[in-house]
């Protein structure tokens, strides 16, 4: 019975198991964003902000 108690509470390796799936996650969070922001209307809505605020444009 101790062993199976034992096998239960081996947790080695379960830290290293959550980086790589937190890493994972921000990566696919990083290509979507990467993907969204490469779009025509948020380039034109980003630099209509950008230009705004410097008061470039007109």
Same mark, same amino acid.
Do not use: S
């Given at each position: 019975m101790k062993l199976l108690i034992g096998m239960w509470r081996n947790e080695r @390796?379960?830290?290293?198991?959550?980086?790589?799936?937190a890493t994972m996650a921000a990566v696919g969070f990083a290509g979507l964003l990467v993907m969204?922001?490469? @779009?025509d209307g948020v380039r034109g809505l980003l630099t209509n902000v950008i230009t705004g605020a410097l008061g470039i444009g007109g």
């Open positions: @390796g379960a830290a290293t198991a959550e980086y790589a799936i969204i922001l490469k @779009g």
